[in-house]
C-alpha cells in the first residue's frame, strides 16, 4: 500500500493545479492535437486487468494518445485489479495487481508524436478479499472458493507435466518492459471520424521470471477511431489492436505469439471540460488450450475524463469482468493524468 500511495502522489506531482471543473475557452487543450470535435475529451487509457495478461504482463491493448506539435507531454497512470482464479489440481492466480506507467511524447508535427513508456509492475496480497466475500455473499453469488485460501496474500502456481510450479508467491515491485512508439493521428470533419494510429516496440527490461516482463522483444499496432453523432453530446468510438511477442511459454503452458484486441464505446460530453465513458474491451485468448485461460476475455469500463485547468487532464475509471468471470479480475481500477510541460 505504501507503493500505491507513492504512484497516486506521481499523478498529484503531475496535475500541480487545483481540480477544479470549468470549461476553458483556449481551443488547444490538453486532449491532443486540440479539441477535435469527433474525439473531444477522448476514450479512457484503461488497458486490459485480465488475468492472463499477468502471464503477458506487456501485451495490453495501449490506446493512442496525440501531441501537438513542439508540445512535451507527461501522461502517468494506475491501475489496480484483484484477481481470483482457480482450477483445483490445476492453477491458482490469488493477489492484487498494481501497473503502473510513465509515458513522456513529444510532438513531432500536428499529426506525428512520438514517446517513450516506463511501466511499474507490482504484486500485493492487498487489502479487498473480506470486501468481495461479503459481496458474494450479501447476493448469494458464493464464495467461489475463496475461502479455501488465506486472505490478502498474493499466490499463484501452476501445475505442469505431473508436477506443481509456483509463478508467484508474496509481494513483488519491479519495473517492466519499455517501450518506444509512435502515433499517428488523422483529424475528422463533418463527415468522416478522427483516426488514429499507435506503432510501439518493447524491450525486454522487465523480470520474466517474476512476471514484470515478456522475455523478448514484442510489437504491438493499434488504431482507434471516434465519430461525434451529428451536433449532440454523443461520441462514439471504436478500436482494434495487434500484438506479437516471439515468447510462447511460461512454465510448460503454450502461448500464442499473437494477440488481437476490440475496443467498443461512446462518451457523453457534458460540457468541454468533462465527459463520462463506458467501453467495452475484448481481448482474445493468451493460451493455447488451458482452461479459461484459452477463452477470450471481455472488460466493462465505467468512468470520467476531466480537463484540469488548460494544461491536463485527468481520467478515472472502475472495471469490472463480463461473460467470462474467471478469465477476469474480479473488480479494477484506473486513475491517468496528462499533462501538457
Known amino acids: 500500500m505504501k507503493t ?5 502522489g506521481l499523478i498529484g506531482m503531475a496535475l500541480g493545479a487545483p481540480m477544479v471543473f470549468g470549461d476553458v475557452a483556449q481551443e488547444s487543450s490538453a486532449s491532443g492535437c486540440g479539441q477535435d470535435k469527433n474525439m473531444g475529451l ?12 499477468i502471464l503477458r504482463p ?12 513542439d508540445s512535451l507531454d507527461l501522461s ?5 485489479a484483484n484477481v ?3 482450477k483445483p489440481d490445476q492453477f491458482l492466480i490469488d493477489g492484487e495487481w498494481v501497473r503502473s506507467s510513465a509515458r513522456l511524447q513529444y510532438g513531432v508535427s500536428d499529426p506525428v508524436s512520438v514517446g517513450i513508456l516506463v511501466p511499474v509492475m507490482g504484486r500485493t496480497g492487498g487489502f479487498a478479499d ?4 461479503k459481496f458474494h455473499e450479501t447476493f448469494n453469488m458464493g464464495t467461489t472458493d475463496r475461502d479455501q485460501f488465506p486472505r490478502n496474500e498474493c499466490i499463484g502456481w501452476i501445475a505442469s507435466n505431473g508436477s506443481t510450479q509456483n509463478v508467484v508467491r508474496g509481494d513483488s515491485w519491479g519495473i517492466g518492459d519499455l517501450a518506444l512508439y509512435a502515433v499517428v493521428k488523422r483529424p475528422g470533419s463533418e463527415t468522416l471520424p478522427s483516426v488514429t494510429l499507435q506503432f510501439q516496440v518493447s524491450l525486454p527490461t522487465g523480470n520474466e521470471d517474476q512476471l514484470e516482463g515478456l522475455g523478448a522483444s514484442s510489437l504491438s499496432v493499434s488504431a482507434v477511431t471516434s465519430k461525434r453523432l451529428w451536433a449532440s453530446h454523443l461520441i462514439v468510438f471504436g478500436g482494434a489492436g495487434f500484438f506479437y511477442c516471439p515468447n510462447h511459454e511460461l512454465a510448460g503452458i503454450e502461448l500464442y505469439r499473437t494477440e488481437y484486441s476490440l475496443l ?6 457534458y460540457s468541454r471540460s468533462l465527459s463520462f465513458v463506458i467501453q467495452e474491451l475484448s481481448s482474445s485468448p493468451v493460451a493455447r488450450e488451458y482452461y479459461e485461460f484459452s477463452e477470450s476475455s471481455n472488460e466493462l469500463s465505467v468512468g470520467v475524463k476531466w480537463r484540469v485547468g488548460d494544461s491536463a487532464i485527468l481520467e478515472f475509471a472502475v472495471m469490472e469482468n463480463l461473460f467470462t ?7 479494477g481500477a484506473h486513475i491517468a493524468v496528462m499533462r501538457r510541460l
Open 84 to 86: 481470483f482464479c482457480y
Open 42 to 53: 477522448g476514450y479512457l487509457t484503461a488497458p486490459s486487468l485480465s488475468p492472463g495478461h
Open 76 to 80: 502517468v497512470d494506475v491501475q489496480w
Open 325 to 331: 468471470a474467471d478469465n477476469s479480475a474480479d473488480i
Open 58 to 69: 506487456s501485451s495490453i491493448f495501449l490506446l493512442p494518445n496525440c501531441s501537438r506539435k
Open 130 to 133: 473480506s470486501s468481495i466475500e
Open 264 to 269: 467498443l464505446g461512446v462518451a457523453y460530453e
Open 4 to 8: 500505491f500511495r507513492c504512484m497516486i
